[in-house]
């Protein structure tokens, strides 16, 4: 439960935070998991970490789980949240914490947090200022909010240095709060269970099983995906295509498959509960998106030791892949392209675990939950004990 906050801010002798963690939704997606992981590497570390979240969690699979009775909710209700302004506001100022970590940035949670009385404060960003590109209309609307917001904050987080140039393209004066504190994947637990519950191994029929997940809504082409599926299913080998995942456009790929004709190959599975357990029941992974700032899910498979085939037109998810080392990766939905690198990798046993390997590997060092946890353990003690600066000088004056 909510706790009243007390007038001073003191940081232990161990540097251990109180940390209210403003997330912008608790659902299934890469943001929610990124979120979690970071937050239960910070428990591990001995910090009181509490969770307000601006969207309910969906049944029985909230990525904060473990963190029973210190998370809790509201409803992000009316246009930019407005209407829920003043309970949220209400809701952050029973809280007593040291620093506020505003994950991912919403209207009203922004401006709940600058009218909040913290000056600690961090905002970390998961998803691209510019999906479609650097147009006018997006461009003014993000020039509007750092304006407004951007000077609230110590630091602004990025996961890659794509979305740190996409920010720095409107708001070159927040140069000096940017980092990029990178994606942590390898050896997430928060949404990631050791036991499944649908993306299980398939019966021993010697089929070899390709994956894909994600959001099933436009902007993640897995109508690219599926005309793939068909590119290579063509060849007569006993391929089966799996996707985990859910959203409004399920009917109209479904349809898609059917008149494809490939719909008995394809398995439509729904939102999975263990995506250790999909990953694991794959051969390869094929992931194409308009645009990612990262691609969460990429950095998943490679973890796994999946060998990914990724077509991404914009975002960071080049800076996972280096092309035909840690997996193949491409600007643009070329299907013939991308067939014939699933092809190639269907073929070769061989190949797949070199390139698992190397994407392991490379995971493993570059995005671990240890490291990227660690960086945000640096920052926000950075801004807390600012914070108690302040608030020891604003005293002795």
Not at 47 to 66: I, K, T, W
Not at 122 to 132: E, G
Not at 217 to 238: C, E, Y
């Amino acid at each position: 439960m909510p706790r009243r906050r007390s007038h001073e801010v003191v940081l232990t002798a161990m540097g251990t935070m109180r940390l209210l963690v403003l997330a912008a939704d608790s659902q299934r997606g890469g943001l929610a998991r990124s979120c979690a992981a970071v937050t239960q590497y910070l428990l591990r570390r001995g910090h009181d970490c509490r969770v307000l979240s601006l969207n309910p969690p969906p049944d029985g699979a909230n990525p904060f789980g473990f963190l029973n009775g210190d998370y809790d909710h509201v409803c992000y209700r009316g246009p930019w949240g407005i209407r829920s302004l003043a309970s949220l506001l209400n809701r952050i100022r029973q809280y007593d914490f040291d620093v506020l970590w505003v994950c991912h940035p919403t209207f009203a949670g922004c401006l709940a947090a600058k009218m909040a009385n913290c000056r600690a404060r961090i905002l970390s960003l998961h998803w691209p200022h510019f999906p479609y590109g650097l147009e006018w209309r997006a461009k003014l609307k993000w020039s509007v909010f750092y304006r407004l917001f951007g000077h609230d904050y110590c630091r602004i987080l990025c996961d890659t240095e794509f979305q740190r140039d996409e920010l720095l393209a409107v708001a070159p004066d927040m140069a000096h709060k940017v980092v990029v504190a990178g994606l942590p994947i390898a050896g997430t637990r928060g949404g990631m269970a050791d036991v499944e519950r649908n993306g299980g191994h398939a019966p021993d029929n010697g089929r070899m099983v390709v994956g894909s997940a994600g959001w099933l809504r436009p902007g993640k082409r897995f109508d690219i995906v599926l005309m793939v599926a068909r590119a290579v299913l063509s060849h007569n080998l006993n391929v089966e295509f799996r996707i985990a995942g859910d959203g409004p456009m399920k009917a109209q790929l479904t349809s898609q498959a059917r008149e494809l004709g490939i719909s008995s190959r394809v398995r439509f599975l729904g939102w999975v509960d263990s995506m250790a357990g999909f990953y694991k029941s794959l051969d390869a992974l094929i992931f194409c998106s308009d645009f990612e700032t990262a691609g969460r899910v990429v950095g998943e498979a490679m973890w796994h030791r999946l060998p990914v085939v990724c077509s991404v037109e914009r975002g960071g998810t080049g800076e996972l892949i280096q092309h035909f080392k840690t997996g193949f990766f491409f600007g643009s939905h070329d299907v013939l392209a991308l067939s014939a690198a699933l092809l190639l990798l269907l073929r070769d046993p061989g190949l797949r675990r070199q390139i698992g390997e190397a994407a392991r590997d490379y995971v493993a060092e570059q995005h671990s939950v240890e490291t990227v946890g660690a960086h945000y353990e640096r920052l926000l003690q950075s801004a807390a004990a600012r914070q108690s600066h302040h608030r020891a000088t604003w005293h002795s004056d």
